[in-house]
């Protein structure tokens, strides 16, 4: 064989090696980019069921706190805000919203032991709370994909790759500077 003829295989087994290589990761990294849009999916879902749970909640506290006008107001403009945010840092800063204005209301149960010994609430505190868990798990797994995802577009030469066709770095759902500290529970009332 030729020294010309065997350059020639050479730069043609190259040539297929990039490609394929090309192919797969390309391939790769969609599964990647749809796992986290999978997992973002959940996050929602479980955003929009506690969303759901939140105007029955607040009619049953109503019943029993007519004069707490204003923390009614604030849960519903929190809840608007949380249903129409699109972006995962728009969501993330109407959870924290609406988280804040749920914590404000059970602030405000405390001083009603008719509600709390009502068997509707008891019934919607529970399903909030399992709502509540369902966000934390969703938010670790949706996060634990954006740091898979994100590791695979940044490795070399993965990163050449993910740049030519588009692929770009996900956002975390982090929590807010509000959720460090550490909420006062009071049972002397």
Same mark, same amino acid.
């Given at each position: 064989m030729k %020294?010309? @003829?065997?350059?020639?295989? /050479?730069?043609? &087994?190259l040539v297929v090696v990039a490609v394929v290589y090309t192919f797969s990761t390309y391939n790769s990294l969609v599964r990647f980019k749809e796992n986290v849009d999978s997992k973002w999916s959940q996050v929602e879902n479980q955003?929009? #069921? #506690? !969303? $759901?749970?939140?105007?029955?909640?607040?009619?049953? &506290?109503? /019943?029993?706190?007519?004069?707490?006008?204003?923390?009614?107001?604030?849960l519903a403009q929190a809840r608007s805000k949380l249903l129409s945010s699109n972006t995962v840092?728009?969501?993330?800063?109407?959870? $924290?919203?609406?988280?804040?204005a749920v914590s404000r209301l059970l602030m405000i149960v405390e001083n009603y032991p008719n509600? %709390? /010994? $009502?068997? @509707?609430?008891? +019934?919607?505190?529970d399903e909030l709370a399992g709502t509540e868990n369902r966000i934390a798990v969703a938010r670790k797994d949706y996060n634990e994909a954006v740091k898979q995802c994100n590791m695979k577009i940044k490795?070399? =030469?993965?990163?050449?790759? !993910? #740049?030519?066709?588009?692929?770009?770095? #996900? +956002?975390?759902? +982090?929590?807010?500077?509000?959720? %460090?500290? &550490? =909420?006062? &529970?009071d049972f002397s009332k």
């Open positions: %020294k010309g @003829t065997k350059i020639l295989l /050479a730069i043609l &087994v955003l929009q #069921r #506690r !969303a $759901d749970l939140i105007p029955n909640l607040v009619n049953t &506290v109503k /019943a029993y706190a007519k004069h707490e006008k204003e923390i009614f107001e604030t840092e728009d969501k993330a800063k109407a959870n $924290d919203e609406l988280s804040s509600l %709390k /010994a $009502d068997r @509707t609430f008891v +019934q919607l505190m490795v070399f =030469p993965n990163v050449l790759i !993910a #740049r030519m066709f588009g692929f770009e770095e #996900r +956002q975390y759902f +982090q929590a807010s500077s509000q959720a %460090k500290s &550490v =909420p006062s &529970v």
